[in-house]
């Protein structure tokens, strides 16, 4: 069964931009992915962490575009398949969860929500 794999609707104009500027390589991916989303999890060696108790908030790596991450979340309070939703692009040097994180409390509108990450390390 397919789910919704979406932006918030108050935010499509970002994730649109964010879409705008990488390679026709790196856009290939994207689209190969957001097709995996439909109808899979990402991986739990992506996941970041679980954001308000409800978004478990992944940074997916993109096929044949080592610079760039794909940032999404699951409502794992929501009935599955849990609803997808797509927050942008996040660059892999720039610690992607905690962008990733970012990107979804800004598009949630949550103020101070709890966060309990996936990794102790710092390579996301």
């Given at each position: ?55 478990e ?7 044949r ?13 929501a ?46």
């Amino acid at each position: 069964m397919k789910r919704p794999v979406e932006p918030v609707a108050a935010y499509l104009a970002e994730v649109l931009a964010d879409f705008d500027a990488p390679s026709t390589q790196c856009m290939m991916g994207v689209d190969l992915l957001l097709e995996e989303l439909e109808l899979s999890n990402p991986d739990l060696d992506e996941r970041c962490g679980l954001l308000a108790d409800r978004h478990e908030v992944y940074a997916i790596e993109i096929p044949r575009c080592a610079h760039l991450m794909l940032a999404v979340s699951l409502e794992i309070a929501a009935d599955i398949p849990w609803p997808c939703t797509v927050h942008g692009l996040v660059r892999t040097k720039e610690h992607p969860c905690e962008a990733a994180r970012r990107k979804a409390e800004r598009h949630f509108e949550l103020i101070h929500p709890s966060w309990e990450a996936a990794h102790d390390d710092n390579k996301f």
